[in-house]
C-alpha cells in the first residue's frame, strides 16, 4: 500500500489512519480532521527508536533541545489522530522512498518524515558517518546522517527533486558530496579524494572531496550543489 | 562522439566514449566509469585570443573538461536544461547560462553594446558556433520568442538567456517599472531586440 | 529543438506559456507588480500610479497607499509576459466575490477588481469582477475549512471570513513545560496556526520561507506610535531574539 500522496512536486499529503507519522518541526504546513501533534523522542543519536514514541520524559526533550540548539540534529514531531497532514518544507522538491525491509541512510536535514513504525536511528559527528569526513571540508553542513529500515514510507527533501542512480554489478559511482541526499539498500559510502575533482565540483567549497558509492541498491542524487 | 541526453528536466548526461566534453566547472553531481576532468587554463577553450579577451573584459566563463569513457551527470542548482542544437551558426548566449558543449563548437566574446555604468553585468555576452549540441540553463522551462521586422522584442536583461539569428540587441532606459527598491538590484533598463531570430528567455530574474 | 517558438500572434491570450509564465494581452490596461514583466511585444506604457494619465481610474480601484509604490499600471497594445522567480503562475478569476491573497504573491489584476488592503498584515484583499495573476512556490493547493494552516503556507483565502489565530495547546505543553518557559525553536513557528472556518476556499503553498516583503515592516512601524514604553522595550527583545535566530 502507498504511503504518502503526492500533492505536488513539493508537499506529501499523509493520512493518518494508516499510523502515526515523525516528521522535522516545520515541515507541517495544514491539517484537516483531529490530529494531534506532539514532540518525539524518536531520533536520538546513538539510540534506536521503534513504534510510536512515548512522550519522551524531560530527559529525552532536553537531551534532543541541547542538540537542536547546537544546530546538530533535527527536531521531530510526531503527529497522530484521525486527519490528514499535509507536509513540506521551504518549497524543497520531495520524494517519496517506498522500504520493504532494506535500510536508507539520509542526511538528517534532509528527512522530510517518515511512518513512526519504522526503526531509525540517528549516527552523528564524532561516531563514523559520511559526513565526518566532509566536514572539514564543506562547513556548514548537516552533521547527522539517520538510518531507518522497516517497511513503511520515507519523504526526503532536495533541491529541485533527485533523480536515482542504480548501483550494482562491482560498479563505483562517484558523487558529489553536496548532491548527495539518500542511499538505499545495500551501499557503502566511502569518501575519497581524486585530482580534478576539485574542479569538477569545486564550486567555493575548495575542496577535492568525493563519495564513492558501491555495493547494491540506489544512491539518489539532486540537480544542485545547494545544500537546504 | 559525446552524446548529450537529459534525466529528467534538471539533469544533464553526458556519454563520453573515449573523447571530451566542455562543461560549467562545479557543474558535475555524480559520474560512472572512468572520467578525469580538468580546468581549463588560458589556453583552453576558445584559444588564446579569446582567454586574453575574457581576462580584459572581466567576462567570466569557468569552464572545465571531462574525459574518458563514462556517463557524467551535469547539473547547475536545480534549474532546467535545454539541449540546442547549432547548424553552423552562432548562439549568443549569457555565460552563467552556458551549462556544456561538446567540442566540434567554438566559444568566443562579444561585444554587446554599452549598458548602464553602474551594471555590474559586463558588457559582452560569449558566443557559441560551429556544428554541434550545447546545453543551456533556464530557471524555469525556457521560452522562446521570434523577433521580425514586424514585431521587435523587449526582454528583462535578468530573464535573457540567449539568441540565435539575424538581431540587433540595443538598450531601453529610463523605465520606472523595473525593480521595487530594495528587493532586487536590477538595472532599470531592459534589451530591445530588432530584426531576425529568436530569444530566449526563463520565467525567473536572475 | 524544443521549445516552441512563439511571436505575438501564436502567444496566449491572457492564459499561461507555461507553469511559470503568463502572457498578459494589453487590449485593456492592467494593475501590474514592478518587476513582473519579462518581455513584452508592441507599444507597452508602464506607468507608476501617482504619474499617470489613468489617475482617476488607479484612486478608485487601488487602495493601498502601503503598496501603491510596488506598482504600475500597463496599457498599450500588444502582449506581456509575466514571470516571478521561476514561481507557479495561475491566474484566478473572481465573479462578484472576495479575494485575499499574500501581497507578495500578487502579480496582476485586470482594472475591474478593486484592490483594499487586508487587516492581515502582508495581504491584500480584491473585489469585484475580474482576473487577477499570482505566484506561487509549487502549484497552489486548495482546501475548505475547517482546516489549520501554518502561516507561513498561506498563500490567501476566498469568501470565508479571516482566520483567527490557533495555539496548539499539546504543542506549547510538551516544550514550554520541560523547558522551563524556554523558547526552543519556535521561530518555526508551527505552535501558532491559522485556523479557518465557514463556506469558501483557502489558497496554500509549500514555501515557507517568505519572500521578505518590505511592506510588513512598515506596516509594524506605523503601528508603534500606540505602544507605550513597556510595551516597546518587549518588542526590542523580541526582535532582538529573532535577528540572533536568522543568523546563519
Known amino acids: 500500500m502507498p504511503g504518502y500522496e503526492k500533492v505536488n512536486g513539493k508537499v506529501v499529503k499523509a493520512d493518518l489512519s494508516r499510523g502515526p507519522v515523525l516528521a522535522r518541526r516545520g515541515a507541517m504546513l495544514f491539517y484537516t480532521g483531529q490530529v494531534s ?107 547527522a546522517t539517520t538510518q531507518i529500515s522497516g517497511m513503511g514510507s520515507v519523504a526526503v527533501l532536495s533541491h529541485g527533486g533527485t533523480f536515482a542512480l542504480p548501483v550494482g554489478g562491482g560498479q563505483v559511482i562517484g558523487v558529489d558530496p553536496q548532491s548527495y541526499v539518500a542511499a538505499q539498500g545495500n551501499l557503502t559510502i566511502d569518501v575519497g579524494a581524486s585530482l580534478g575533482w576539485r574542479d569538477a565540483v569545486g564550486k567555493g567549497s575548495g575542496e577535492a572531496i568525493q563519495l564513492k558509492v558501491s555495493g547494491q541498491g540506489t544512491v539518489y542524487v539532486q540537480a544542485s550543489e545547494r545544500k537546504l | 562522439m559525446a552524446r548529450f541526453t537529459k534525466n529528467g528536466t534538471k539533469v544533464l548526461e ?19 566509469g572512468n572520467v578525469a576532468f580538468k580546468k581549463e587554463g588560458m589556453g583552453g577553450g576558445g584559444g588564446f585570443k579569446s582567454a586574453m579577451k575574457r581576462k580584459l573584459t572581466g567576462e567570466s566563463l569557468s569552464m572545465m573538461e571531462a574525459s574518458g569513457n563514462g556517463v557524467v551527470y551535469l547539473a547547475n542548482n536545480a534549474t532546467e536544461i535545454e539541449i540546442v542544437e547549432l547548424q553552423n551558426e552562432t548562439l549568443s548566449v549569457e555565460s552563467s547560462a552556458l551549462l556544456a558543449l561538446e567540442r566540434s563548437l567554438r566559444t568566443d566574446v562579444a561585444f554587446a553594446g554599452l549598458r548602464g555604468a553602474s551594471s555590474g553585468q559586463g558588457l559582452f555576452t560569449t558566443t557559441v558556433s560551429g556544428q554541434g549540441e550545447c546545453a543551456i540553463l533556464s530557471d524555469g522551462p525556457m521560452i522562446a520568442l521570434e523577433v521580425s521586422p ?26 520606472s517599472w523595473k525593480s521595487i527598491l530594495g528587493q532586487d538590484g536590477g538595472e532599470p533598463y531592459s534589451l530591445r ?14 | 529543438m524544443t521549445p516552441t517558438i512563439l511571436n505575438p500572434n501564436t502567444l496566449p491570450y491572457n492564459d499561461n506559456v507555461n507553469p511559470y509564465a503568463f502572457c498578459v494581452d494589453l487590449s485593456q490596461p492592467w494593475f501590474m507588480r514592478k518587476g513582473a514583466m519579462i518581455a513584452y511585444y508592441g507599444t507597452a ?94 502549484p497552489v493547493m486548495f482546501a475548505e475549512p475547517p482546516v489549520r494552516v501554518d ?17 496548539d495547546a499539546g504543542w506549547m505543553q510538551g516544550f514550554l513545560g520541560a523547558m522551563g ?48 514604553h513597556a510595551g516597546l522595550t518587549r518588542i526590542q527583545s523580541v526582535v532582538q531574539q529573532r535577528l540572533m535566530s536568522q543568523q546563519p
Open chain 3, 45 to 138: 506604457n508602464f506607468e507608476a500610479l501617482g504619474v499617470t494619465n489613468l489617475a482617476s481610474m488607479v484612486a478608485a480601484r487601488f487602495s493601498s497607499p502601503l503598496y501603491a509604490n510596488d506598482w504600475v499600471v500597463v496599457s498599450g497594445q500588444g502582449k506581456v509576459v509575466i514571470g516571478d522567480r521561476g514561481y507557479d503562475i495561475n491566474s484566478y478569476d473572481i465573479d462578484a466575490g472576495n479575494l485575499t491573497i499574500k501581497a507578495s504573491n500578487l502579480l496582476g489584476f485586470e482594472t475591474g477588481l478593486e484592490l483594499k488592503q487586508s487587516i492581515v498584515p502582508g495581504f491584500l484583499t480584491l473585489i469585484g469582477t475580474g482576473k487577477f495573476l499570482a505566484s506561487s512556490n509549487g
Open chain 2, 14 to 32: 553526458a556519454h563520453l566514449t573515449g573523447d571530451s566534453i566542455r562543461c560549467l566547472t562545479g557543474s558535475m553531481v555524480a559520474y560512472e
Open chain 1, 37 to 143: 501533534f506532539r514532540p518525539a523522542g524518536g531520533g536520538m543519536p546513538g539510540g534506536m527508536s521503534g513504534g510510536m514514541p512515548g512522550m519522551g520524559g524531560l530527559g529525552a526533550i532536553a537531551g534532543m533541545a541541547g542538540r537542536a540548539l547546537a544546530g546538530e540534529h533535527v527536531a521531530m514531531m510526531a503527529a497522530e489522530g484521525m486527519g490528514e497532514v499535509h507536509y513540506g518544507f521551504r518549497g524543497s522538491n520531495v520524494t517519496v522512498i517506498e522500504l520493504q525491509g532494506e535500510l536508507l541512510q539520509v542526511e538528517a536535514d534532509r528527512l522530510l518524515c517518515h511512518d513512526a513504525n519504522l526503526q531509525s536511528s540517528v549516527v552523528v559527528l564524532g561516531s563514523g558517518g559520511v559526513r565526518q569526513a566532509v566536514r572539514g571540508a564543506v562547513s556548514g553542513q548537516g552533521l
Open chain 2, 150 to 175: 514586424a514585431y521587435p522584442l523587449v526582454v528583462d536583461p535578468d530573464a535573457f538567456i540567449a539568441h540565435r539569428g539575424q538581431l540587433k540587441q540595443s538598450f531601453v532606459t529610463g523605465v
Open chain 3, 181 to 228: 518557559g524556554m523558547v526552543l525553536g519556535l521561530q518555526s513557528g508551527e505552535e501558532r496556526q491559522f485556523d479557518f472556518t465557514g463556506e469558501g476556499t483557502v489558497l496554500l503553498q509549500s514555501s515557507e520561507e517568505p519572500r521578505p516583503d518590505p511592506a510588513i515592516a512598515r506596516a509594524l512601524e506605523s503601528q508603534l506610535y500606540g505602544v507605550d
Open chain 2, 193 to 206: 531586440f530588432d530584426g531576425s531570430g529568436v530569444v530566449y528567455i526563463q520565467p525567473a530574474e536572475r
Open chain 3, 151 to 167: 502561516p507561513e503556507a498561506l498563500l490567501g483565502w476566498a469568501d470565508c471570513p479571516s482566520p483567527s489565530h490557533h495555539y
